[in-house]
T-cell receptor, first 117, second 112 residues
Framework: AQSVTQPDIHITVSEGASLELRCNYS??????LFWYVQSPGQGLQLLLK??????LVQGIKGFEAEFKRSQSSFNLRKPSVHWSDAAEYFC???????????????FGKGTKLSVKP | KAGVTQTPRYLIKTRGQQVTLSCSPI?????VSWYQQTPGQGLQFLFE???????NKGNFPGRFSGRQFSNSRSEMNVSTLELGDSALYLC???????????FGPGTRLTVL
């Protein structure tokens, strides 16, 4: 079965420092991958997505992610973190067991990001 | 363009009751998906509707059901509520052109 693993439950970084959030997936072919962010009490906002093509994907708010097939990874990065980036981040993949409908996503457990002043 | 709206935002029910949650997608979006978010299980897919037809269903008991209307608005119903149904229920909509889902703010359901 497909799955998404986010190994880090909670990460704390200093404001201005770089950030990398890890995501590993299990799927034989090229998956459709997403990163979402959720602020407390809010819904999910899409940061970026990867379907095919260039393996380095640029998103909103200065985030980028790199798809590495050999490592089954899709890690999220940001060169300089701002205090407003404190939130929970979710990696997700389209569930291909049901025709690959984008409306059926499998999510990782999330990584909570705290930012130190 | 208005985003995805969900009503009510907060709900408190007691065990054994039933509840109906509503989702209005972004105008023009015909696909609506529902997810349950809990601290223990994380985000789990409930079901997806497209043009009034259920396209996919997640691994939830039959107490969880949904429907979609001709205007693409969707409702989900949970009957015979259990304490474990306490969660944030998120609705997302997407169009056949876009390849991303837009999420609403969620309905926080508390079962006492």
């Amino acid at each position: 079965a497909q799955s998404v693993t986010q190994p880090d439950i909670h990460i704390t970084v200093s404001e201005g420092a770089s950030l990398e959030l890890r995501c590993n997936y299990s799927y034989g072919a090229t998956p459709y991958l997403f990163w979402y962010v959720q602020s407390p009490g809010q819904g999910l906002q899409l940061l970026l997505k990867y379907f095919s093509g260039d393996t380095l994907v640029q998103g909103i708010k200065g985030f980028e992610a790199e798809f590495k097939r050999s490592q089954s990874s899709f890690n999220l990065r940001k060169p300089s973190v701002h205090w407003s980036d404190a939130a929970e981040y979710f990696c997700a993949v389209v569930n291909m067991n049901y025709g690959g409908s984008q409306g059926n996503l499998i999510f990782g457990k999330g990584t909570k990001l705290s930012v130190k002043p | 363009k208005a985003g995805v709206t969900q009503t009510p935002r907060y709900l408190i029910k007691t065990r054994g009751q039933q509840v109906t949650l509503s989702c209005s997608p972004i105008s023009g979006h015909r696909s609506v998906s529902w997810y349950q978010q809990t601290p223990g299980q994380g985000l789990q897919f409930l079901f997806e509707y497209f043009s009034e037809t259920q396209r996919n269903k997640g691994n939830f008991p039959g107490r969880f059901s949904g429907r979609q209307f001709s205007n693409s608005r969707s409702e989900m119903n949970v009957s015979t509520l259990e304490l474990g149904d306490s969660a944030l229920y998120l609705c997302a909509s997407s169009s056949s052109v876009s390849n991303e889902q837009f999420f609403g703010p969620g309905t926080r359901l508390t079962v006492l």
